[in-house]
């Protein structure tokens, strides 16, 4: 089993900034994807950002310019730097991490509890 622990929300003012990390372990041989997504209330899950095993990222038109995702490969960990917050980023952030199971070497996609982002003055 993969075990993802998010951290990192928390409220924010308005043009503020929050750092999300989510760390994976467990039964891991290699991490091909690692993203973000989010859930507002009444609303469906979102693609934030994703960042793939070569390094190369791709963004939701929303977070362009304001948020950067990286990877620390050796920690197995996947970060969100959040600039520039609006109000409607308020949501739940979900990591989502996808790679290989040692001994087998079978696919897996895990998510993270999520961690609750609050952009309000």
């Known amino acids: 089993q993969v075990q993802l622990a998010e951290s990192g929300g928390g409220l924010a003012q308005p043009g503020g900034s929050l750092r999300l990390s989510c760390a994976a372990s467990?039964?891991?041989?290699?991490?091909?994807?690692m993203g973000w997504y989010r859930q507002a209330p009444g609303k469906q899950r979102e693609l934030v950002a994703t960042?793939?095993?070569?390094?190369?990222?791709n963004y939701a038109d929303s977070a362009k310019g304001r948020f950067a995702i990286s990877r620390d490969t050796a920690e197995s960990t996947v970060y969100l730097q959040m600039d520039s917050l609006k109000p409607e980023g308020t949501a739940v952030y979900f990591c989502?991490?996808?790679?290989?199971?040692?001994?087998?070497?079978?696919?897996?996609?895990?998510w993270g509890q999520g961690t609750q982002v609050t952009v309000s003055s």
């Open positions: 989502d991490v996808g790679g290989q199971h040692s001994g087998d070497y079978g696919f897996f996609t895990s």
């Open positions: 467990g039964n891991i041989f290699s991490i091909s994807h």
């Open positions: 960042i793939s095993e070569d390094g190369t990222t």
